[in-house]
C-alpha cells in the first residue's frame, strides 16, 4: 500500500462518554469526508496550502486527519459554535500530534482569509427550523428546511474567504438538493464534482468538491 496516500483515521480515545452528551461522535459522514480527503490529497498537496480550515469541526477527527496527512508548515484552523467542541478539537490535535488551532465563533466569523482548504460537515438533517441552534446536539444534525439552513448561510462567504488556487469541501445529503447547492456556488464561479457518495441506512450522503473555474 502506497502510504503516502493514505489517511490515518486519528486516535480519539481520549474523547468521553460525557463528552459525546455534547459534541458530535465521529460517525459515517466524518469517516466519509477523511476517505474523500483522502481520495484529493495530490490534488490538495499541488495546491500547497498555507492554510487549512474545518468549519464545525466537533470532535475534530476530520481536520486532525489532513493535518496528519500533509504534516507540519500549514496552518491547521477549526470552528466550532460550540466551545467544548473546540476544546476537544485542540485536543484531538494534540492526542495525533499535530497542531489545530479552534475558534469558537459562528461559522467563519473572525477568521482571516484566505484559506486554501475549506472544509464543512454541516448540521444537514431536514427538522423544523426553530430546532437549528437549539442546544449542543441540535447544533450538530438540525439543518432546518431542506437540511439547508446553516450550510446556506456559509456559501456567500466562500468566495471571498478561499484563496485562487482554494478548494471547498462540503457533506451534502440528498434531502439537501446538492444540485442546488452546486447551482448556488457556480454563481460565484465555482465548479462542482461528487468526490464520493454513501448510502448509510436512510441517509445518502455525498462529499462535494468546490473549485473555482479557471
Ligand atoms: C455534523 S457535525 C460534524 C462534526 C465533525 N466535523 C465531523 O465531521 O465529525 C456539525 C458540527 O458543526 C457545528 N456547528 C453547527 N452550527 C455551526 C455554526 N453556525 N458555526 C460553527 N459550527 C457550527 C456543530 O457544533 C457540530 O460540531
Known amino acids: ?64 486527519a489532513l493535518a496528519t496527512a500533509l504534516g507540519p508548515r500549514c496552518c491547521y484552523l477549526a470552528t466550532d459554535i460550540n466551545l467544548r467542541a473546540c476544546r476537544i478539537t485542540q485536543e484531538t490535535g494534540q492526542a495525533n500530534d499535530v497542531s489545530v488551532n479552534a475558534i469558537n465563533t459562528d461559522l467563519v466569523d473572525g477568521v482571516r482569509s484566505p484559506v486554501d482548504v475549506l472544509i464543512f460537515n454541516p448540521p444537514y438533517v431536514v427538522t423544523p427550523s426553530e430546532e437549528v441552534g437549539r442546544g449542543d446536539l441540535e447544533h450538530t444534525w438540525a439543518g432546518g428546511e431542506l437540511g439547508r439552513e446553516v450550510m446556506d448561510r456559509l456559501f456567500p462567504r466562500v468566495s471571498e474567504l478561499l484563496s485562487s488556487k482554494g478548494v471547498f469541501y462540503l457533506v451534502v445529503l440528498k434531502e439537501n438538493r446538492p444540485q442546488e447547492v452546486a447551482e448556488l456556488l457556480a454563481l460565484q464561479g465555482f465548479s462542482c464534482t461528487t468526490l464520493l457518495s454513501r448510502t448509510t441506512g436512510p441517509e445518502k450522503l455525498s462529499v462535494l468538491r468546490f473549485t473555482r473555474n479557471r
Request: charge should be negative; proline fraction near 6%.
Open 1 to 64: 500500500m502506497d502510504h503516502h496516500n493514505t489517511i490515518k483515521t486519528p486516535h480519539f480515545s481520549h474523547i468521553t462518554p460525557e463528552d459525546l452528551d455534547h459534541i458530535y461522535e465521529p460517525s459515517e459522514d466524518s469517516f466519509l469526508l477523511i476517505d474523500a480527503l483522502e481520495k484529493d490529497l495530490d490534488l490538495i498537496r499541488a495546491i500547497c496550502p498555507a492554510v487549512c480550515l474545518e468549519v464545525g469541526s466537533g470532535s475534530g477527527v476530520v481536520i486532525t
